[in-house]
């Protein structure tokens, strides 16, 4: 049994791990039982109670945490809809951060405050905080599924040309993923986006490059992966929130890919990618969103086990 280093550790933008880290958490991510718990061994988290507060909407995060948390023996407490906690009353969210942690092992937080989770940690006393989605500032624990997906489907996670379209300003997986690409070496970031939806500079990187979104039917023949995302509608400001800025990415366009270039996408798509490009081999972001049950599980069990058995 190994002292385990990333025991308690929070994990709120994705460079709070380093790439060791990163790797031992998608090292984990392969032996992790998924949905299939064969061995008895793998209730790894019996015992522990993981507490959620989502205060914006989720299917995929949520379910697989839950789905994660369940499969490993773990159990989960809800803080549910906000009307029915005492912030309904005025309780201020440090107390409510205080309280919950004095209960369980961990919070799985999502809001649509950027500084909710850095806020959380102060108050919750060395029960490690994950960021589940932090307003449109980052999803780092996205970002280690979709690294988990690139390593599975390419076989590495450096040398690559990545294209990265659609609502970079907005869209916080985007942000942890450039961030989490630039630790590995010789990757590039062709960023494409509609006017006025651009990477902010606080997430560039040396990986990155400015891209003139229309050309992507000429660049798309040289990326190894395409990672596609929706314009977050909700988060518009109302200056732009009525403008198209609406792509699609269709059959036609994958033809002149790679036949090994994988696409990719954190999921809702909205209009992005056409139903009939679900059927080409390529289409990776089914399977890249299921891949979140084992690399989540790998995460819990790496924050919240004393010694690491496997
Ligand atoms: C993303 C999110 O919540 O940021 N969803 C997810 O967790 N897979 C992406 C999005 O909503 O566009």
Redesign the pocket.
């Known amino acids: 049994m190994n002292e385990n280093l990333l025991y308690k550790k929070s994990i709120i933008q994705i460079d709070d791990y380093s790439r060791s880290e990163i790797e031992l958490i998608l090292a984990h991510s392969e032996k992790m039982p998924g949905k299939d718990p064969f061995f008895p061994q793998t209730k790894f988290l019996e015992g522990k109670i993981i507490d959620l507060a989502f205060f914006e909407p989720?299917t995929?995060?949520r379910m697989s945490f839950e789905h994660a948390i369940k499969y490993l023996g773990g159990s989960i407490c809800d803080l549910g809809d906000l009307d029915k906690t005492s912030l309904k009353k005025g309780e201020s969210f440090e107390d409510t951060i205080k309280i919950i942690s004095g209960y369980c092992n961990a919070i799985i937080l999502r809001s649509s405050d950027e500084k909710a989770c850095i806020e959380a940690k102060k108050y919750s006393d060395g029960v490690p905080i994950i960021n589940a989605?932090n307003g449109s500032d980052e999803?780092p624990t996205?970002a280690l599924l979709d690294l988990y997906t690139i390593k599975k489907k390419l076989g590495r996670l450096d040398c690559l040309n990545v294209g990265i379209i659609g609502d970079l300003k907005y869209?916080?997986?985007v942000h942890s993923l450039v961030k989490s690409l630039s630790i590995f070496e010789g990757n590039t970031c062709n960023l494409l986006s509609p006017k006025g939806l651009e990477l902010p500079e606080k997430y560039f990187t040396k990986s990155c490059i400015n891209c003139e979104f229309s050309d992507i039917n000429d660049l798309i023949k040289d990326f190894d992966v395409l990672y596609a995302?929706?314009i977050?509608k909700e988060r518009l400001p109302n200056e732009i929130k009525d403008e198209n800025y609406s792509y699609e990415i269709n059959q036609k366009m994958m033809d002149n890919a790679k036949k090994n270039m994988i696409l990719m996408h954190?999921?809702?798509r909205i209009n992005e990618i056409t139903a009939e490009v679900d059927m080409d081999p390529r289409a990776a972001y089914f399977e890249q969103?299921k891949n979140g049950l084992i690399v989540r599980q790998a995460l819990l069990y790496s924050i919240l086990r004393k010694k690491i058995i496997l």
């Open positions: 989720s995929r995060t989605g999803h996205q869209g916080r997986t995302t929706r977050q954190p999921l809702p969103a």
